[in-house]
């Protein structure tokens, strides 16, 4: 299949995503928090395998050591000036408690940017290779699942309708199909190879800066073990993903 229709496709299901959120409404709050860490957890996991075992790989083949790392700490850093920029976190649950109807827009421009951003990398992976492109779909995915959870928790209990919740937070996510559109015409004068590296960056600061913080102080050594488990398991599944498309090739 042509990488462009790889591209748009899986733009345009990574947006599909958004709609996710709406299952919140078919949940106790308590089931939500109960389900939500876990997923954190997993997301985490898969941010970290897939950048790792799968995208740094791949985008290190053609480049320098030094431009190839260059590449990296810019995607890294990036998303660490978006967040600063922003004041706009994972930590769902204190816009919950505290009601601050302003945290539902840095929400959404947050989300709109962290998913042009996304699409950049995702897509810049799908040029290299359709199972690079793959594991990093996955990985990406994974990550989104527990955020349109949380996000659009915040929106509703914020103050927002869940019709106009669930609207905006799809519009949000509609910017993950444009920065992948985007990544596929630049990649004519960019090298791809550093915009694979980039977006490992910013994977990497997701799973370290935003998740990793989310699961790591648990005073219950069971509940911290299974939100090891969840973490683990994104971590085995991204590795067996890309041993197994590296032994088809």
Not at 12 to 30: D, F, K, N, Q, R
């Amino acid at each position: 299949m042509d990488p462009l229709a790889w591209i748009v496709a899986g733009g345009l299901l990574m947006s599909v995503i958004a709609l996710a959120g709406s299952l919140t409404t078919l949940m106790s709050p308590e089931t939500l928090k109960r389900l939500l860490l876990p997923l954190v957890a997993l997301a985490a996991g898969s941010l970290i395998g897939g950048a790792f075992f799968h995208m740094i790989p791949e985008g290190t083949r053609s480049l320098a050591p030094l431009t190839a790392a260059a590449w990296l700490v810019g995607g890294f850093s990036s998303f660490l000036a978006i967040a600063q920029f922003l004041d706009w976190h994972h930590d769902h649950g204190r816009g919950v408690r505290e009601g601050r109807k302003p945290v539902t827009y840095l929400i959404l421009i947050g989300d709109a940017v962290h998913n042009f951003v996304g699409g950049l990398a995702v897509a810049s992976t799908f040029l290299i290779s359709p199972s690079a492109g793959v594991t990093a779909w996955i990985a990406a995915a994974a990550h989104e699942v527990p955020q349109e959870f949380g996000d659009f928790g915040v929106l509703v209990h914020g103050g927002w309708s869940r019709r106009r919740a669930l609207f905006w937070n799809l519009m949000s996510a509609l910017t993950f199909p444009v920065g992948a559109v985007l990544a596929y015409f630049a990649s004519q004068h960019l090298d791809v190879a550093g915009l694979v590296l980039f977006g490992a960056g910013n994977f990497i600061y997701i799973a370290a800066s935003d998740l990793v913080p989310e699961i790591k102080s648990q005073p219950d050594p069971r509940v911290a073990a299974l939100h090891f488990g969840c973490f683990a398991i994104g971590l085995v599944l991204m590795f067996a993903i890309a041993y197994r498309f590296q032994q088809a090739l």
